[in-house]
């Protein structure tokens, strides 16, 4: 069969060299593994649900075996929902484990950017990787969201709620908007069929799309990996694809589905049967949106409740700034590559990753960051806390409003010490070694600590991070008044951000090489 293969199609080459890929050896790169094993398991487990689910609401007469609705009038779409819990054999499990999949799909996905994140794995030629990243994380949010409103209970019905306050909220074309959307006046009955359509067609579409180009672009730019000892910006060290890397990833893929079932099987997860049938004159008590998107949901609930009356028309400034916010807050991601290579001007291609405490304000921003959304996920839960510890949902309130602009700036400073405090315990070991636990007693009674040396790998991994030369105002505000502008500018950005004497040169290829050679050597 190979050689058949190879007589017509001539790939044997490709294939050989694709085989022999080299993979870097640590933990961290499983992490997007799970990204790409929870979206096979979704559509595995989307097209079995597909033959069973009903994407209408058309109201029938339930008879089924869940006793309680028995005879009731209810959404088709609600019905075959409960069709497939409840007389399908296996449904509940894989419905269960669809639902368990999006969670861990949005998480891996927010968790792997973290990770490329803090060690600089964004940086060029990476940079388009980065925005497909993001473009995956904002489209799996919608598709996660889009499945929760498709079962037409009373939570998803809540959802709808939420999601029409949204689309009205936004001047002169909101009214459009939720009219098309729902295709009449709220809740309408075509909305159903129309997300789903993007639920299983157009959505997961795109998405495979992304995904084929973030592989092809990791194949073509080769795996950013850690300092160590043998590893360059020209070279990549760790197992190969096939055998050894394939065959880890193969036991994790079968480890990871087998996960997920026992997480299906034993952990119930949105039980729509106890919510009963969506109808829009109630609203579900407690209802909280998945955590994806409860920091939207907080940025609500902080808000005033504002209304301003401009020229006969009413704006809402209590939902439009929140979803203003929203979009700032998940852009501030998208966008940050971009912003750091502007501000820092480098020009040269990077393969290798920062340790975090190496740069410490991209650490910081990120911790602060990280702490905005917790922030928002704990304000989106205001009534759970104030019932669970009998609080009061207004100081509740104001405490999310002071935390919201004091503990980003708290944990900005707080990280970005902490990683200068790292940076000069790393330098205490490189000029002194490590502590030995030997006292000594030296001839005038002095009693010292003996250090002993550190291992050359030891050494390199500590010492193999970037150090950039000063670069003098003057040298870059040679080139006209408006350049010079531009570039005093970033300069100063430079220094804030980085510290004095931080902005980097534009060095060719041969002198970073050359530089880097001496300092390592």
């Not at 609600?78 to 449904?91: E, T, W």
């Not at 205490?428 to 030296?442: A, N, Q």
């Not at 000063?470 to 006209?480: F, N, V």
Request: glycine share 10%.
């Amino acid at each position: 069969m190979v050689s058949w293969t190879e007589g017509r199609t001539g790939i044997s080459g490709f294939t050989r060299k694709a085989l022999r890929k080299v993979f870097p050896d640590h933990w961290s790169y499983l992490i997007g593994e799970v990204c790409l094993y929870s979206f096979f398991i979704l559509i595995v487990t989307g097209i079995f649900l597909s033959f069973f689910f009903q994407p209408s609401l058309n109201q029938v007469q339930y008879h089924g075996s869940y006793v309680p609705l028995a005879g009731s009038r209810v959404p088709e779409s609600y019905a075959s929902i409960l069709r497939i819990s409840f007389d399908v054999r296996g449904g509940l499990l894989v419905r269960q484990i669809h639902h368990w999949a999006s969670l861990i799909f949005v998480s891996a996905i927010f968790v792997h950017m973290l990770r490329v994140f803090f060690t600089g794995a964004f940086r060029k030629p990476r940079e388009m990787n980065w925005l497909i990243g993001f473009g995956l994380l904002v489209l799996a949010m919608v598709e996660s969201y889009l499945g929760n409103l498709l079962p037409g209970d009373l939570l998803a019905g809540t959802g709808l709620v939420v999601l029409n306050g949204y689309l009205l909220s936004l001047p002169i074309v909101g009214t459009y908007l939720s009219m098309f959307v729902f295709g009449g006046s709220f809740p309408g009955t075509d909305y159903v069929e129309r997300f789903y359509s993007l639920h299983i067609l157009l959505l997961p579409g795109i998405m495979v799309g992304l995904v084929v180009v973030h592989m092809v672009l990791v194949v073509v730019h080769g795996h950013a990996q850690y300092p160590g000892p043998g590893r360059t910006e020209k070279n990549v060290v760790g197992k190969p694809l096939f055998p050894a890397y394939f065959a880890r990833v193969t036991g994790f893929f079968f480890l990871y589905c087998g996960f997920m079932t026992i997480i299906a099987a034993c952990a119930q997860i949105n039980p729509v049967w106890d919510n009963g049938p969506y109808r829009p004159d109630q609203v579900s008590a407690g209802s909280q949106p998945d955590w994806y998107m409860g920091f939207a949901d907080g940025l609500v609930r902080i808000m005033p409740g504002w209304e301003i009356n401009l020229w006969g028309h009413t704006l809402i400034p209590g939902v439009l700034i929140p979803l203003l916010g929203f979009g700032v807050i998940l852009l501030s991601i998208g966008l940050y590559p971009l912003i750091e290579a502007w501000v820092t001007d480098d020009p040269l291609d990077r393969h290798l990753l920062d340790r975090p405490r190496n740069n410490p304000v991209r650490t910081a921003l990120g911790a602060a960051w990280i702490s905005v959304y917790l922030v928002l996920l704990a304000a989106g839960g205001n009534d759970i806390i104030a019932t669970r510890f009998d609080l009061s949902v207004e100081s509740i309130i104001w405490t999310s409003r002071v935390c919201f602009f004091a503990v980003p700036v708290i944990v900005f400073i707080f990280t970005k010490r902490w990683a200068l405090g790292l940076q000069r315990a790393d330098r205490d070991l490189v000029l002194h070694g490590r502590e030995s636990g030997t006292i000594r007693r030296l001839t005038h009674g002095e009693y010292v600590e003996i250090h002993a040396p550190l291992s050359k790998e030891t050494l390199y991994k500590l010492t193999s991070h970037r150090q950039p030369s000063p670069l003098s105002r003057a040298e870059m505000t040679g080139r006209g008044k408006l350049a010079g502008i531009f570039a005093s500018v970033r300069v100063s950005l430079s220094e804030f951000l980085y510290g004095p004497g931080s902005h980097i040169p534009k060095p060719t290829r041969e002198e970073y090489d050359e530089a880097h050679a001496s300092r390592v050597e």
